[in-house]
């Protein structure tokens, strides 16, 4: 290869990576990642940041759009994604008749105390 080649490849390689930068920041992608895919990848690495979406986007159930899966709220409708954490195992979740706060009980458990209002009750089947 001579020096010019070589020049040639390195102004290249340095393009793809600006190129991606450039391309990368209009969808929020840190700088040094879209570097990174540029410059390792060329071309390839850029048309990769250019059509990838760096935010995962999952289906809202109530109107189907597509909604980042960071939102808690739907951008299109308004519906709430409310997450509720999986109990633990041998554990199930539970509301207190009473003041309604959510309490994670044994499986087999018959009666539970709610632990804000001391209320103890028996537990639905
Ligand atoms: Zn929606
Ligand atoms: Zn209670």
Known sequence: MTDVGLLAGVVVWLMCGVAAVLVGQTKGRPAGDSFMFGAVFGIFGLAWVALSDPHTTRKCPECAEKVLIDAKVCKHCGHRFVEEPLPPPGKVSIEC?????????????????????????????
């Open 97 to 125: 008749p009473l003041c309604d706060t959510k309490l994670k009980i044994p499986e087999d458990a018959k009666r539970f105390r709610c632990a804000r209002c001391g209320e103890v009750s028996p537990v639905p089947d």
